[in-house]
């Protein structure tokens, strides 16, 4: 298994299923975000600051922080499922910690606990500065189901 | 107070001041969601579906599903608040509950208990098409914490 | 079908089976719980004051309310599965909304959303005083899953 | 300050103020759980298998589960605060993620952030076997408000 020869990154299999998955997703692209790492259980995803992500007081706001959190932890999901299926997010819960303030804002979503139908992951979104500096801004928790993949 | 006298409809003054503050929410117009209701405790957002704003599946995204009905709960608890105030979100968990479908999504945030420091809401979306179908796609709660506002 | 004769009582057998089931849950008894209705998709469990259930300043103990709420909740799900079903949490969310005192709190489960895998309770906790005053203490959501009957 | 010297455990004052708090918790001793560490920031519970703590298939019940997770955030919260302080849990969410089965289950409390007003907490409970096997059976996150000490 790749992930044993190389815990910190998915197979290439894997990255290409949830790398083309993400782009087909309209709303990352529109806010910005990009995937930035696929290891197995493991997600991150990168959205850099700019006005068209921003709440009432420059921050990032907190539909935008949830939003590639969410994803961070589909998609760390989905890097432990068989090829023939997807993940939908059943629910999730985040805290708001601190303003998400930085330069942009990176969310990391990793698998708690995988099962056969449902998998827990623990969702963490730092505030980066181009100094380096990093904060916690958000931390939460989601549930996700694994199903066939739908015929479109 | 107004609110006795329309309860249907927040103040002139109290719907000033949410839209205002809506409208310097970059994400908001992003996204093109609209205030369609302000009344005292319960605010309404409306998101039109559009490309910008799926997931994978052409369905709306969870992300911005749980931003709109987020920002729905924010500006409810706005609404009950003294005029020098603000809030933020502390934390808030949603269920998806069906796939976010329809020609649009709405978003309705409701005061369930407003304390001095800590407010709740019942947060709720729903699809909805243009021949009036409307189904509950999305169901959550939500902890906002009242602040004094910032000098900017 | 009996909810459609009285929709406020499940029918006897759906009765009988979560009744059946309450009465195998230690705690319930320890704490000194009772379901005082069981209808389809909603079922109450009622649980008196007493010191055996208090947090230090003499109130439920948050750990009291959630534990009667969550019940409240899985036998909620459980009146709408089929004979040969079980249920499990798969989490819940509560906020405790005001110190939860009265004679009594009663805890109210509704199905919110009833899937083939998953079902979506509310969650509702009342402090209830003799003289009948009655004040939301705690409210909160649930996602619970359905399971073939295990053999013990 | 004691916790540089012991980052392991908290000092004398802080032990006793939680132990205090702990004892006068009927619920706590109902259950038969008990404090097993205080370190600043970190508090542990561990409530040992009987009957009384049980749901209808024999293992912990998630109101338990729950019970000891949740009291062991709000002793972790305590810990950090000064001493006219008392602490309330604003609400948390708890993934059951396992059958929580075992001698016992130990249950953890971290404080993630610690605000001037709201603490946020994460929540792990294990089912522990007297031969030393450890399972994480729930995981979850927690907020709280610091409150001046009611006269009671």
Known sequence: MEDQVNPEQASPAVRKRVQDSFDRQGLMAHLGAQITRIAPGRVHIVLPARAEVTQQHGYFHAGATSA???SAGGYAALTLFPEDC????V???INLLAPAAGDRIEAVGTVLKSGRTLTVCQLEVYGVRDDGERTLVASGQQTLIRV???TQ
Chains 1, 2, 3, 4 share one sequence.
């Open 68 to 70: 590639v959190a969410e």
């Open 86 to 89: 997807e993940v939908l997010t």
């Open 91 to 93: 629910e999730y819960k």
């Open 148 to 150: 066939n993949t739908p």
